[in-house]
């Protein structure tokens, strides 16, 4: 299922987009919304008058809107990067969790935990399904988090680097020039992020060693530094948000091609291990 970025869209941007999906497929779609954006009820309403059928919260309490998003008759999966959280979660009612690992690419949560570790103690504790994220780009990740309970996956970097995608060429270039340690995590204080190395990372970590104060990193990395990067192809001083698992794809392929090497490649995975 294909997944909209609301918490990076203004409010129209959103709107305009969900009405080309509407016009592109019939088929089921998600809009994404990070709880703690001021604005997160519009931009639910948005995808609730626009015919989403799923919406996928995050970065903050699902219970506030879960009822009114379920009583519209969507579905709703919300991201959780703990046990704890993922337990309120499932105590608020959202139908499936996303459980997350510090493996992914973006915002993490504060334990950074990885996914292997993650999803089997999700699973072990909620009775609803659970998604696993983070480091997971073939058919060989799928399978493992198939083996640790999940029911499915949920994939960003290797999305990222596909032909339909709309991140600038430079920003896929530099997920394809990645290799296993080429990210690191920056902005502890303020919420760990996963992003490839650069000139705006360096500097970020260097100002976080030298005792800078929160209000004085938020002055510093200032707004709208991930769309420098995807947007604007400024991949020195814009945020390249990416997982661990960039080293692994080194060549941009259609969509539909990633989901059906998925799918083969475990079919024939499952058949080697039932050996």
Do not use: W
Request: proline residues 3%; charged residues 25%; hydrophobic residues 40%.
């Amino acid at each position: 299922m294909g997944t909209l970025a609301g918490g990076s869209m203004m409010t129209d941007e959103l709107r305009q987009e969900i009405s080309l999906v509407k016009e592109k497929t019939k088929k089921p779609f998600c809009v994404n919304i990070p709880l703690l954006r001021p604005d997160a009820e519009e931009l639910i309403d948005i995808s609730i008058d626009g015919g989403a059928n799923v919406i996928a919260t995050s970065a903050g309490n699902p219970k506030k809107f879960t009822k009114k998003i379920k009583d519209a008759g969507l579905k709703v999966i919300h991201v959780s990067p703990n046990v704890k959280l993922a337990m309120k979660g499932a105590g608020a009612g959202v139908d499936a969790l996303v459980s997350e690992g510090v493996e992914a690419g973006g915002h993490n949560g504060f334990d950074e935990i990885t996914t292997m570790a993650l999803v089997p103690q999700v699973v072990d504790k909620v009775d609803i399904p659970v998604i696993a994220a983070g480091g997971i780009a073939d058919s060989r990740g799928f399978v493992a988090a198939l083996a640790l309970g999940a029911e499915g996956v949920q994939m960003g970097t290797r999305f990222v680097a596909t032909f339909e995608a709309k991140a600038h060429k430079n920003f896929k270039d530099a997920i394809l020039k990645a290799t296993d340690n080429s990210t690191i995590i920056t902005a502890r204080t303020l919420g760990p992020t996963r992003c490839i190395k650069n000139a705006l990372s360096e500097k970020i970590l260097k100002a976080e060693k030298g005792g800078i104060t929160t209000e004085e990193l938020l002055e510093m990395i200032g707004e709208g530094r991930s769309r420098k990067a995807a947007v604007d192809g400024d991949c020195d001083e814009g945020t390249v948000y990416s997982g661990q698992i960039g080293g692994l794809i080194n060549e941009l392929r259609s969509s539909k091609e990633v989901i059906e090497d998925i799918i083969e490649g475990a079919k024939v995975l499952v058949k080697t291990l039932a050996k």
